[in-house]
Nanobody
Framework: QAQLVESGGGLVQPGGSLRLSCAAS????????MGWYRRAPGQQRELVAL???????NYADSVKGRFTISRDNANNTVYLQMNSLSPEDTAVYYC?????????????????WGQGTQVTVSS
């Protein structure tokens, strides 16, 4: 059907920047809302940022002004630019997307998750 593949995580010092990427591939007709979530150790998964197919964005209060979500519709890819990172941003970051997939002569809407990418902010 479809899959999401993330990249761009790693280790960064406080105050540094990272850019995450997530590409959707497969039997895709269209990709609707895309987003990033994160799960810190011992905590529940939380929304970081969302972007609609039309480009409307929404951010968690904790990342407003520091993170920017964007997308490349031609390549079914979503990005998360993370600046001014702090240790509190340390988490596994997951990509999420609502995808219409083609199966035979029909379209089906599914919600997909990426495998997760570790972001560690530490000196």
């Amino acid at each position: 059907q479809a899959q999401l593949v993330e990249s761009g995580g790693g280790l960064v010092q406080p105050g540094g920047s990272l850019r995450l990427s997530c590409a959707a591939s497969g039997r895709i007709f269209s990709v609707n809302a895309m987003g990033w979530y994160r799960r810190a150790p011992g905590q529940q998964r939380e929304l970081v940022a969302l972007i609609t197919s039309g480009g409307t964005t929404n951010y968690a209060d904790s990342v407003k002004g520091r993170f920017t979500i964007s997308r490349d519709n031609a390549n079914n890819t979503v990005y998360l630019q993370m600046n001014s990172l702090s240790p509190e941003d340390t988490a596994v970051y997951y990509c999420n997307a609502d995808v219409a997939v083609v199966l035979g002569a029909h379209l089906y809407d599914y919600n997909y998750w990426g495998q997760g990418t570790q972001v560690t902010v530490s000196s």
